[in-house]
């Protein structure tokens, strides 16, 4: 009984210890998004031509009948899809681009052989 009564006497200054600092590590760590506001800021209106353009031909695309196969096949050609067209193209993968890429067999190869030095 002694011995029980001389650990609980030795856990309880641990134990504050232990909730003094959880409770200020959830202070600090809701404090730290805060930080974040310095960091890139986009602009309200980037992007907005883009999306207004496609806004605009899905709208007009609403309003008519469905299309025809001809028209779709010739609306699609121009780009990714028929409503998005090209936009931001250059910013996707494709076969086109991505030739020089290395598949996740090669990289897991090249690991290994550098771990095992084969």
Do not use: H
Not at 47 to 76: H, M, Y
Not at 83 to 96: C, L, N, T, W, Y
């Amino acid at each position: 009984m002694k011995i029980i009564a001389s650990v609980l006497s030795v856990l309880s200054p641990v134990r504050f210890l232990v909730v003094a600092f959880t409770c200020a590590l959830l202070l600090l760590s809701s404090a730290f998004p805060a930080f974040a506001i310095n960091s890139y800021q986009s602009d309200p209106t980037e992007g907005t031509t883009q999306l207004l353009d496609i806004q605009r031909k899905t709208d007009e695309a609403a309003q008519q009948p469905p299309a025809g196969l001809e028209k779709v096949q010739k609306e699609s050609n121009k780009g990714l899809n028929e409503v998005q067209g090209d936009a931001d193209i250059d910013k996707q993968k494709r076969p086109e681009n991505s030739q020089g890429a290395t598949s996740v067999e090669e990289n897991i190869k090249n690991v290994l052989e550098k771990v095992t030095g084969k």
